[in-house]
């Protein structure tokens, strides 16, 4: 592992209280701040106090959202440590993400050592009540001042953590979702793929007009036939019909998600049958009017899984299986969760522990 100097924060925040907290509010004492200069390369990595990053108003990332990002979490285990779930996979689709971007790549090793020695440092900021997690996000800016669409000359790599509640602290609810038939995320030959803020400015609307109707995600279609699923909200999607787990072929417009990549790692692993290919929202309708579809669910590193109980589209409308979270759903969260917070064997070898 690297190590990178650190300016230590003079004054430590306050911890919020773990009951209440607010995905994406408050912010630990520190965060990792790396730089890149065209003909020297990525340089001078440092875990610095948390603050402001000073840009001229003509940095690139203002204008063309020239960016990626990243987003994965921090466990505390019961022994009390603090350990990450498969962050190299982050680390790799960072790099995917960049190399879509044209942002320079960062060496692997040195962003993974950056995401461990920050969450080692900020020990202290992994909540330990049940469900409770850091969250971190690594996120690379375009900072060349000039106006211009170009790649830039200059770039910031920063980390930053935060702590969040529970997802599920009610229980988990499944939600109801509905087939967005006019805006689409992304398109083949775009940046589906990748993770870049631009995917998520292009959902907002979409996202807002769910909301309104009393629908908390939208299940996008794909951008060109608008008629193949591609994915739900910020999550990938997954279904269960006639006993085969089916979801989207990773065909470029969809975000290859790290939970997704571990489901279907289980479910093999289980003797489910899995297959990842188009699915058209007309079987996937059709199948619930039939009785077919089993269990529908998204998988995200924020909710893990999130069980589908209702679905609408233009003037179907369907429920999933009663509107109850299924079984083969609920095995999937307790074994993801079981391995993540460290209260069941790791035996994929998914987990780093820290000191
Ligand atoms: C658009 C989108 N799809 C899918 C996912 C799920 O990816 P992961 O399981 O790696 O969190 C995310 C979350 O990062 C996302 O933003």
């Not at 079981?338 to 064997?345: D, V, Y």
């Amino acid at each position: 592992m690297k190590t990178f100097p650190v300016q230590y924060a003079a004054v430590r925040k306050d911890k919020p209280d773990p009951d209440t907290l607010v995905f994406g509010r408050s912010f630990t004492d520190h965060m990792f701040q790396m730089d890149y200069t065209e003909g020297k390369g990525w340089h001078d990595g440092r875990i610095v106090p948390y603050g402001p990053l000073p840009l001229e108003p003509s940095a690139m990332v203002f204008h063309y959202a020239q960016e990626v990002f990243e987003g994965l979490k921090a466990y505390r285990n019961p022994q009390g440590k603090v350990q990450l779930f498969r962050p190299m996979e982050n680390v790799r689709r960072m790099n995917n993400s960049c190399e879509r971007m044209c942002i320079p790549q960062l060496d692997e090793e040195t962003a993974l050592s950056a995401i461990e020695q920050l969450v080692e440092l900020e020990a202290d900021w992994v909540p330990s009540k049940p469900g409770t997690s850091l969250y971190i996000r690594p996120f690379i800016i375009a900072t060349t001042p000039t106006l211009g669409v170009h790649a830039a000359h200059n770039y910031i790599f920063a980390i930053i953590c935060c702590p969040v509640g529970s997802y599920y602290k009610e229980g988990i609810n499944p939600v109801r979702i509905y087939v967005e038939s006019r805006d689409v995320r992304a398109v083949r030959g775009g940046t589906g793929y990748a993770k870049c803020g631009g995917n998520y400015a292009a959902s907002i609307r979409a996202g807002e007009q769910a909301e309104k109707q009393g629908y908390a995600q939208v299940l996008w279609l794909d951008g060109v036939e608008r008629k193949y699923i591609e994915e739900v909200g910020s999550m990938n999607v997954l279904f269960k019909i006639n006993g085969t787990v089916v979801t989207p072929a990773l065909t470029g417009s969809v975000l290859p998600g790290i939970t997704r990549k571990s489901c279907l790692e289980l479910l093999r692993s289980w003797g489910v049958p899995v297959e990842e290919r188009l699915i058209t929202a007309q079987e996937l309708f059709d199948a619930a009017e039939a009785g077919a579809l089993e269990e529908a669910f998204g998988s995200g590193t924020a909710a893990v899984v999130s069980p589908i109980g209702e679905m609408g589209w233009n003037d179907r409308h369907v429920v999933v299986n009663g509107g109850q979270i299924g079984p083969l759903t609920q095995r999937l969260y307790d074994t993801l969760t079981g391995i993540q917070w460290g209260t069941q064997p790791d035996p994929f070898g998914w987990i780093t522990k820290l000191d």
